[in-house]
């Protein structure tokens, strides 16, 4: 399977962000160990991993509500200690949760618009600019290929992917350098993924850099230009799209060498007799 609208993969494109051997400890507890990600414009990063693997707490630590403990951190080639979100948005990284920062019953344009609106007049005649709000979301949306008759609808109306993507165009629009993706294709089927991969390639091909976060190598391959595999808190493969295939990310994903490991053990257990067998065979 092939990238969706994939860039020019020859093309050296420029790092945003960067972790060199980046660890979070909570007192004796390692969530994270000597983690190195590499995230550049116009390119997606894949992170995939089990519930349990760091993928969390990494997020975390890129949107500023954790301050990693160990290895550096670097925006622009310029060391941060994020401690608040605030800091992460200042520096252009937006992060697009799974459970998404949207309120069902207020309209399209308000989402697209909360906590900055657009106002007009001064002092106790300042009111909302509600005709050029609309008109920018209608705007944005339509540069993503988004089609919505109705922006006064409620966000609830919406699907699953159709959320998703306004949290992109969103994020976009208000100056994301950066876009954090926490499995945007995880609650959704297989129609409503393929509309939010579409977008995912959309927010790469417009020069952002994407991380994003999924179990689902499948997804992963279809819009990937490197993949990195957390497992509990460590790096188990770094790869770029030209040195892995799907079949290898995925049996790499299940932790193939794991598993290998495992059948190996069991196939030894079952070759080895018994005791009370090898006792019997002796007494004949």
């Known amino acids: 399977m092939g990238m969706l609208g994939t860039t020019n993969s020859t093309t ?27 995230v550049r414009q116009g390119e997606i990063t894949c992170v995939l991993g089990d519930n349990g693997a760091g993928k969390s707490t990494l997020i975390k630590i890129i949107a500023g509500l954790h301050s990693h403990s160990d290895g ?40 697209f618009f909360l906590g900055q609106e657009i106002t007009r007049g001064f002092g106790p005649f300042k009111r909302l600019d509600v005709k050029r709000m609309m008109e920018i979301t209608g ?22 992917g159709q959320r998703q ?11 994301a350098k950066v ?18 991969l579409k977008y995912v390639a959309k927010a790469r091909d417009a020069g952002l850099g994407v991380i994003f976060i999924t179990h689902n190598p499948h997804h992963a391959y279809l819009v990937g230009n490197h993949f990195t595999i957390l497992n509990r808190g460590n790096v188990s ?29 069991l196939n030894n257990i079952q070759e080895t007799p018994e005791p009370a067998a090898v006792l019997a065979a002796q007494d004949k």
């Open 12 to 38: 050296p494109n420029q790092e945003i962000l960067r972790l060199d051997d980046v660890g979070k400890r909570y007192g004796n507890v390692h969530a994270l160990r000597g983690v190195t990600l590499s």
């Open 72 to 111: 550096t951190f670097t925006v622009n080639g310029e060391e941060v200690h994020f401690s608040s979100p605030r800091e992460s948005l200042a520096r252009g990284i937006a992060t697009v949760y799974q459970d998404l920062a949207l309120v069902p019953l207020m309209s399209i344009w308000r989402n």
């Open 139 to 160: 705007e944005e949306l339509a540069k993503m290929g988004i089609s919505v008759p109705d922006l006064d609808r409620p966000v609830g109306a919406l699907s699953g």
């Open 165 to 175: 993507c306004i949290a992109i165009a969103r994020a976009i629009y208000f100056g």
């Open 179 to 196: 876009l954090i993706l926490d499995e945007p294709t995880a609650a959704l089927g297989v129609k409503q993924s393929g509309v939010v």
């Open 237 to 265: 493969l770094d790869s770029t799209r030209a040195d892995i295939t799907l079949d290898r990310l995925t049996n790499e994903m299940a932790g193939g060498a794991e598993l290998e490991a495992l059948s190996h053990e």
